[in-house]
């Protein structure tokens, strides 16, 4: 049963390749060409035997010609000889008559095959032609087959790229991006409040900082020069530590007077 089961889904997977390969454009072409380039195999080998047998006749015709010539140099050669007194003026006229009867015989031949090379090279110039047409569709399918493929790749591509579109979800990814998107704002600022803490300052000092253009660290050559000699002092045998002074904190001054300080500075830029 398990033979049996396995011929009938052979045959009818055999079945479903044929059906499929007749409904595809380009299998019947590939057939087409296939079939093309056999009447061509054969077209050329019988083109081949037709011109060997051409030049076969043609040479037959030319040695007949040759031979026709031959008997009318024999003819003439008789004549001479006996205008020389060599030969006998009557058997002299005799074997040139049946030479120039042998070279009519040979000429009659002649115009005979003379025709039919004629018919025969017609033939073989249609059977050129014939040949190079086949050559020619062969080129053309071929041109058009590679140009069918690559369209085919094209719209099955283009295809395949449409049906992943259509499954893919736009208004879902477009909210996800938008949560992504809402949390590294809030990272952000978590960032950035984190950065108001660790420094020290407050909102508007780390803003008056930035619009002087101090929010950045400088390179105070001063500075470094005091921490090289601070660092040798710390590194010298004769280092004591000495204990922080505690500094009180001063009384902050009321409003008014921060008020009156302000007037002293808006005074002073005014002069």
Sequence with gaps: MGFWKNLVDSFRAFLGYKIEQQEDPVKLTEQSIRELKVDLSESLKSLAEAKAGFIKAKREVELQQKQAEQCEYKATALLEKAK??????????????MELGKKEEIMRRVNISLKGLENYEAMVKKLEDQTRAIKEQIYAWETELNTLKARTKISQATKNLHERLSRFDTNSTANLLESIKEKAIEQEVLAESMAYISSGKTSWEMEVDKILGMDKPANNPQLNEALNQLKQNVNSPDYKPTPPQIVQPKDVPPPSSLLSELEKLKSKLKE
Excluded at 84 to 97: C, E, I, M, P, V
């Design 84 to 97: 020389n007194g060599q030969l006998d003026s009557q058997t002299a006229d005799k074997f040139a008559l």
